[in-house]
């Protein structure tokens, strides 16, 4: 049976670890205290990673960053927009193509766009952080409150 661990985790520090790209750290929750920290991956002390492998049923590994997912939600809302001459720069912009810029500047100058994108990424975010959580029995909050408290 596995045991539930009621602590308090800071949803700020938890929404980083997860959507950090650095592939030049290693983030880990300590489920006792709900600590979120990382360790560099370039540290060389095997008793750090020995006590991290040991400790297992305490510090859990968070997931790396994945831009697959996130180039699918930015296609997925891409293909949502209505107007067709923004969907069409922002899918050459996806492409990579030149001479279209970051999406994000682009949507600068469509700030309904840019905030129903922001919100899409954010209800993303929470539910996966929520269920990773919930998988390792931590529970939180509803996340649409946690949301609404970052904001």
Do not use: C
């Not at 970051?102 to 929470?126: Q, T, Y």
């Amino acid at each position: 049976m596995a045991v539930i661990h009621n602590v308090e985790i800071v949803w700020d520090e938890l929404m980083d670890a997860f959507t950090s790209g650095q592939s030049d750290r290693v983030y880990f929750l300590d489920r006792y205290t709900g600590e979120v920290f990382f360790i560099p991956t370039t540290l060389e002390d095997e008793d750090v990673w020995q006590q991290m492998d040991n400790g297992r049923d305490r510090f859990l590994e968070i997931p790396r960053f994945d831009y697959g997912v996130e180039r699918q939600l930015m296609s997925g809302f891409i293909g949502a927009i209505q107007d067709t001459g923004l969907r069409s720069i922002l899918n050459g912009s996806l492409a990579g193509r030149k001479p279209y810029g970051d999406i994000k500047e682009i949507l600068s100058f469509f700030p309904e766009e840019e905030e129903r994108l922001m919100a899409m990424k954010d209800d993303f975010l929470a539910s996966r952080v929520k269920t990773w959580l919930d998988e390792n029995n931590l529970f939180t909050v509803d996340s649409e409150t946690l949301l609404s408290s970052r904001m």
